[in-house]
């Protein structure tokens, strides 16, 4: 039998996994890196987060990556080569990492990379009739960490949540069932990275095909761009003083709403494809606002954010209560000016960070990747969900040798 493979076998029936999650989101801040161990697998998995850490992004590898991020038209060549120099890239970063931690990559089980998102493109949103499919796609090849660390890694996981009727996104319900549901409460479980997205967790034990993750819309990426068009130099609007402020414009809001994809049915998926600097700037022509402040587009945008959170939950719990315990997690979660207008629309709820349920918010993401590769290897398909864009019973990711 191949060695790696046998190796393989091994970490399947050992009782635990010590797991490095990657995640690099849609804000391009950085690579986050999370060092878990993973006890068991399925609803009764333990997560000890040993390590976390997010690598900066170069100004370079920013450039980069927005040469081809989220755009129609890109050179095929400079994508071609920033696949293999992305995985290049967080093989190197998970290396520093463990050099720092003082830890030998023999003593890791697994990488599980999720790549870098390039382009999203669910069947509602392309509408192709030539193509009747979901699609989405990361860069960041598997093999390259694979033989970059000297670990197994698996990566490219959306790609099957495609293939098996799902839209690649967002995955989320499957770690937040597995680590987080509670037999003491109903949850939501709000993510407010690049885009926005909730988890609906009813109590554990209880009707696993009631659970459902659904993108809301914006979080961070229209907020972040302009930040980023208004204000060189800065990257994000810290502690959302800028969007503090300012005003909210009702005329803007309202155009920016008028958007079919905020009344599109439950569960859906987005990416900064749709809500991109273009889509602002033909609501601000629109709504004749080309000239507001920076300070009163960006309050306008975090209501935005906040008023489509709080739209699908509306939609989701139209026949009954919308659970109370709310636990964000995500660069948004840091930005007062979006929770407290989280707040003012969901008056309901309480609202707190997923570390207080023992996950830490700024790790959670990356720490969802290292459960799917968990799952993937020592674990079943689970069945979370049902009806039209259900989250598929199926085991995430490829499997990369590092020889």
């Known amino acids: 039998m191949n060695s790696h493979l046998a190796r393989l076998c091994h970490l399947a029936t050992q009782p635990s996994r010590r797991i490095i999650g990657l995640m690099s989101g849609t804000s391009l801040d950085g690579l986050d890196v999370a060092l878990c161990r993973l006890t068991g697998h399925g609803p009764g998995t333990q997560l000890e987060l040993e390590h976390f850490r997010t690598v900066p992004y170069a100004e370079d590898t920013k450039a980069r990556i927005r040469e081809v991020f989220a755009r129609e038209q890109v050179s095929l060549e400079f994508l071609t080569l920033l696949n293999p120099w992305l995985g290049q890239l967080h093989a190197a970063a998970i290396l520093d990492c463990l050099r720092d931690w003082h830890i030998a990559p023999a003593e890791i089980d697994l990488v599980a990379s999720h790549g870098q998102t390039i382009y999203h493109a669910p069947r509602h949103q392309h509408q192709r009739s030539e193509f009747d499919l979901n699609a989405t796609l990361q860069l960041g090849d598997g093999d390259h960490v694979a033989v970059g660390t000297g670990i197994i890694t698996l990566s490219d996981f959306r790609q099957k949540h495609v293939a098996a009727g799902g839209e690649g996104a967002p995955l989320a319900a499957y770690g937040d069932f597995l680590l987080l549901s509670s037999a003491d409460e109903e949850r939501l479980l709000l993510n407010l990275g690049g885009i926005a997205n909730f988890t609906y967790l009813p109590r554990a034990g209880g009707d696993a095909t009631t659970a459902f993750s659904t993108d809301t819309g914006p979080g961070n990426t229209l907020l972040d761009a302009t930040v980023r068009a208004h204000r060189p130099g800065l990257a994000y609007d810290e502690d959302g003083r800028l969007a503090l402020a300012g005003r909210v414009h009702q005329g803007l809001l309202t155009t920016l709403l008028d958007h079919p994809f905020f009344s599109a049915p439950l569960p859906k998926t987005t990416g900064p ?37 709080a739209r699908a939950v509306q939609a989701a719990f139209a026949e009954r209560p919308a659970p109370t315990a709310v636990y964000a997690s995500g660069g948004g979660a840091h930005n007062p000016a979006l929770m407290a207008a989280l707040q003012r629309h969901l008056p309901t709820a309480r609202f707190a960070s997923t570390d207080a349920l023992g996950v830490s918010g700024d ?15 020592a674990g079943q398909p689970v069945a979370i969900g049902a009806g039209r864009q259900r989250v598929p019973a199926v085991g995430m990711g490829k499997i990369s040798f590092p020889g």
């Open 273 to 309: 494809e749709l809500f991109s600097p273009t889509y602002l700037a033909q609501a601000q022509q629109r709504s004749a606002t080309e000239n507001l402040s920076v300070e009163d587009i960006l309050a306008t945008l975090a209501e935005l954010s906040a008023v489509g959170v």
């Open 363 to 377: 790790a959670k993401e990356a720490i969802l990747f290292a459960v799917l590769a968990n799952e993937a290897v």
